[in-house]
């Protein structure tokens, strides 16, 4: 059963939902930021949370400020991070103190939280899909310069078309992070998870790909 919490941020607020697992047994509780382009309950998110929500997770989908507001251009940064602490925040005022508590998200919501994994916020885990790494056409304006302070755990999927993440560079910047990090290259998907007809597979073989790698990832967190 799903619950939504207005959730304050600064003098502003907006909306989070709250699903818990539709497994016997929740394994953790991921809060799940949304790209640039998209809200918390677009297609990709939802399909992201469903997945993940049969395989013991439960899910905190919000809107950033912008996105609340019906606006189409992005919050700077600071603010980005800002809300998913203050969702973080209510979601452990009301679910007391989950764990593992994971964040990330897609996109531009996984980049603001590994921000936040960089400045050593307090969470167990950080689950990353499609990482930006550069943007398209530009793959020497990487957005990776705080990867290296990230001291969390990390799993990250991108496709291996996706023109927001060149595989190479990618794993050229792996070899400065420290922290353990997964890297799940998705073969043929795009960096919206998409799959071409012609590559045998659907973008819902690919979706369930990630949350079955995930809750393999959840397993070994909790040991």
Same mark, same amino acid.
């Given at each position: ?158 496709? %291996? ?13 792996? %070899? ?48």
């Amino acid at each position: 059963m799903s619950v939504e919490w207005r959730v304050a941020v600064g003098d502003d607020a907006t909306r989070a939902v709250y699903e818990p697992a539709t497994t016997e047994k929740q394994a953790a509780l991921f809060i799940m930021a949304h790209g640039a382009g998209g809200n918390m309950s677009d297609r990709a998110m939802l399909a992201a949370a469903n997945a993940l929500r049969a395989r013991g997770f439960g899910v905190v989908r919000f809107n950033f400020l912008y996105k609340e507001r019906g606006s189409g251009r992005p919050d700077q940064m600071p603010k980005l991070m800002d809300t998913i602490t203050a969702v973080v925040a209510r979601a452990r005022e009301e679910l007391g103190a989950p764990h593992p508590l994971i964040i990330g998200g897609r996109s531009m919501g996984g980049r603001a939280a590994s921000m936040l994994a960089a400045e050593g916020f307090d969470a167990d885990g950080l689950l990353l899909l499609a990482y930006p790494l550069h943007p398209p056409g530009q793959p020497t304006k990487l957005r990776a310069e705080h990867l290296p302070r990230i001291r969390m755990p990390v799993i990250c999927f991108n496709g %291996t078309r996706d023109t927001f993440c060149t595989p190479d560079i990618m794993e050229r910047v792996l %070899t400065t992070v420290t922290t353990s990090w997964e890297m799940h290259w998705i073969e043929g998907a795009d960096h919206s998870f998409h799959v071409l007809k012609s590559s045998g597979r659907t973008d819902a073989a690919v979706v369930n790909e990630m949350a079955d790698a995930s809750a393999r990832w959840v397993e070994r967190l909790v040991g």
